[in-house]
Nanobody, 124 residues
Framework: VQLQASGGGLVQAGGSLRLSCSAS????????RAWFRQAPGEEREFVAA????????LYAESVKDRFTISRDNRKSTVYLQMDSLKPEDTAVYYC??????????????????WGQGTQVTVSS
């Protein structure tokens, strides 16, 4: 079971990036999926989550109205569209899937499957 995150990079403040997270070995089509991030010297923090049926989304207050999470279950892929990026969005971004299909939340401890992370750097 592997989650592969991609799409990170260097962007100026106000710019946009789109992250992708594909799953292999397991589709997680009936699981919620989420994105977390970790800045240097900081703890990993929740960014956004989407339910398995695309009916519900959850966002951290710091990214609400700027980031959009979506998924394509046919491709076993989750996306994070990040607009109006700020320097404080600089972090390694991780995609994750929860321990059980019924879980949909923002607590990192409830997520058992993690991608390797992709670096996002926003310059001022």
């Amino acid at each position: 079971v592997q989650l592969q995150a991609s799409g990170g990079g260097l962007v100026q403040a106000g710019g946009s990036l789109r992250l992708s997270c594909s799953a292999s070995g397991r589709t997680f089509s009936n699981y919620a999926r989420a994105w977390f991030r970790q800045a240097p010297g900081e703890e990993r923090e929740f960014v956004a989550a989407i339910s398995y049926g695309n009916k519900n989304t959850l966002y951290a207050e710091s990214v609400k109205d700027r980031f959009t999470i979506s998924r394509d279950n046919r491709k076993s892929t989750v996306y994070l569209q990040m607009d109006s990026l700020k320097p404080e969005d600089t972090a390694v971004y991780y995609c994750a899937a929860p321990t059980r299909a019924i879980i949909f939340g923002s607590a990192a401890k409830e997520y058992a499957f993690w991608g390797q992370g992709t670096q996002v750097t926003v310059s001022s």
